[in-house]
């Protein structure tokens, strides 16, 4: 299940999809999606997202550490209400714009 | 004429493979097969039979006694269902095969000898 | 045995009763370069391939003694693991007599008269096979062997830990009841208990990322934290920016523990919780049976730098009998057969089916059972209640020097300001520095209460003028506290004053407390009137420094005071 990116035409924009399970598998795919980027806008889509576990956050922190930790703008969009929840709980939305 | 009893490729084959052990090989198959047909003739038992024609068809189809490989294939498959006269005419034919055989068999063990 | 051998060069055995089609075959494979053993009927296969193991037999089918049926069976159940591919030699053609030969366990079969380059062409695929499985077999002893290797460093590990995290007073403490798998740590579940010097208890049930060892690594240096800052009478907020910064500073980026801390006072009838990332706790009001959830306000530990953690706490009164509930993501993840969740609903079903309080963790567990879920090594519980003080009995602290040179002559003053005031807490320090005093070690517990609360009098009523009439009610408890967040974050000017007086006296000492601070004062004489009052949710401040200490005063309109304990000659 793949892990898919998409930089907007002006270049200034990263937008990194997930499909399917949100979890450890992803590791390298995720890293890899952004690693030689260095854009520090950056938008997560989880719209086929169907779950995301604890080492998802994980990958989540790494992503804001290379886009710049506190100054880092990413966004995670098209959460369902399970993902929400998960995020909501470790209180994530007070690190990423969660919608 | 030959090539009907004795098949010359399989005969060639088994040169190549077997080389100075050729003469060897072929004087086994002739002391084997009159084994087997002995028990042919000694035998009153279908089963025993079976089991010897049986053998002798494997080995003469190796050394390329094609005819003589048929009959016993025959002998084989049919013992059970053939009254004990047809049984009997039948190891008669095998008999003569192996009559016409054996020669052809010496005199290739002769010609490999003084060839090699 | 057989070793996986580089080259294609066989050992082959050959059984076959026909001695010319036996000395042909051997031929073949001798021509193809393998080396050949041979067999004239099946018993003599069985034994050669006993004494001698080739990697592959050529088998004839119809042999005396022991046909090719049942040597190939006896073959394979002496190779064991180890793939013998077993050609059948036949010029049967009944697909029974086929079927036979497969169901002994026959991998193949050539047909007579035999054909060299189809024999080399099966030798070749069946040699294949044969290496394929050995490799099979050889990888899996490895895995089994690294397996058991991690299995025993786990086990040192836990060990260690075991020693470095003592189970502080989870076991001894009357007040908790746990449910916890031995192996939780290497799934990162986390929890510890220890006393505070005052008698307050401090419980942290903590979840780091990971399993196996990752997972545990951090739980050492945490629990040291938590250990060492609990015990020297460190609060709850100080000892979180200690274990985040700790845990930010040696954990990877994607590495955090999710944890949630509280301090229950047995004193003070009130739990202080901070709850970063864990499942909803649950505060039990016996009195009208409420459970009020306790969720997660903050980040995990270790995800946020010291200058943005947030160790902001909630403080919720609570009366004797009244419980706390904790539990690990491991009891709602529980799945069952049908991938179904335990969930919280099923927990709130039990919660609100329960009758009687002290049975509802065993109704719990009943019910994880009950749903049918696999046992899980991360299903972490922990039930606190609130007993009387009486009940609970700290054990006396360890002290490690001789008591030989001790100070018994002395005094020191402090004060501190605003700046101060706002983020450093003294007490632990003030504390070390009284036990130093060895005739003061029996009483720390009543010592450092007794300090805590002049402390706090003279920080939220006088410097910070708050008003503890609030402390009424369970919503004025909130507000009490949320108002002395926003004016110590706003505080600008004040102080507090402590002097400590060290002096012999008969036989043994006098330690004189001195506390001044900025603010309004109280009406001493209409306080001291008040009867002492066990139930009121405030006031009680008073009570217990007259209890716990001597000759308690209050002087300069209440914004000074002073009370002594004293110790006789130690033996």
Partial sequence: MPVVTEISPDGKKLTISIKGRFDFAKHQEFRESYEKNHLSAIVVDLKEATYLDSSALGMLLLLRDHAGGESADIRVVNSSSDVRKILAISNFDKLFDIS | MADKHLDPDVLSALREVMEDEYPKL??????????????????????QLIEAAHSLKGSSGNLGANRLAELCSQLEHNANSMPSQSIKKLIAEIDDEFAIVRPLYEAERQRSLTES | MNTVQPLELLTILIAEDSAADRMLLASILRRQGHAVLTAANGAEAVDVFRELRPHLVLMD?????????????QIKALSGENLVPIIFLTSLSENEALARCLEVGGDDFLAKPYNQVILAAKIKAMDRLRRLQATVLQQRDQIARHHEYLLNEQRVAKAVFDKVAHSGCLNAAPNIRYLQSPYALFNGDLLLAAYTPAGDMHVLLGDFTGHGLPAAVGAMPLAEVFYGMTAKGYGV???????????????????????ILLCLSFQRRSVEVWNGGMPDGYLHHIADGEREPLAARHLPLGVLSPESFDDRTEVHPMAIGDQVFLLSD????????????????????????????????????????????????????????????????PPALMYSDSGQSCPLDWSVSFEFRAATLKRFNPLPYLLQLLLEVHG??????????????????????GV???????????????????????????LED??????????????????????????????????????????????????????????????????????????????
Avoid at chain 3, 63 to 69: C, K, L, N, T
Avoid at chain 3, 358 to 367: L, N, R, S, T, W
Avoid at chain 3, 464 to 490: C, H, I, M, T, W
């Fill in chain 3, 464 to 490: 910070l003028g708050l008003d503890s009439s609030l402390k009424r009610n369970a919503s004025g408890f909130a507000r009490y506290y949320q108002q002395r967040s926003v004016r110590l974050e706003a």
């Fill in chain 2, 26 to 47: 072929l004087d086994t198959f002739l002391a084997d097969s009159e084994a087997r047909l002995n028990r042919l003739h000694a035998t009153e038992d279908t089963a």
């Fill in chain 3, 330 to 393: 491991g009891v709602v993840d529980t799945c069952n057969a049908d991938d179904q969740l335990f969930g919280v609903e099923r927990l709130q079903q039990v919660f609100a089916a329960n009758r009687q309080p002290d049975a509802v963790f065993e109704e719990i567990k009943q019910a994880l059972r009950d749903f049918g879920g696999e046992s899980r090594d991360d299903v972490s519980m922990v039930e606190i209640s609130l007993l009387e003080p009486a009940q609970i009995s």
């Fill in chain 3, 61 to 73: 089918a119809m042999m005396p003694v022991m046909d090719g049926f049942e040597a190939a069976r």
């Fill in chain 3, 237 to 259: 907020s100080e000892t979180l920016r200690e274990m985040n910064a700790k845990l930010k500073r040696i954990l990877p980026v994607d590495m955090f523990c999710c944890a």
């Fill in chain 3, 440 to 461: 003061l070690r029996a009483q720390s517990g009543a010592l450092y209460s007794v300090l805590a609360e002049l402390y706090s009098n003279a920080l939220e009523h």
């Fill in chain 3, 494 to 571: 004040g102080y507090i004053r402590v002097n400590l007086q060290v002096a012999p006296r008969d036989e043994g000492g006098c330690l004189t407390i001195h506390v001044e601070d900025s603010g309004k004062g109280f009406d001493v004489v209409r306080v001291m009137e008040r009867p002492l009052d066990d139930v009121r949710l405030s006031g009680r401040g008073i009570s217990l420094i007259r209890q716990l200490g001597r000759n308690a005063q209050w002087t300069d309109n209440g914004r000074s005071a002073r009370v002594e304990f004293f110790w006789k000659a130690l033996a």
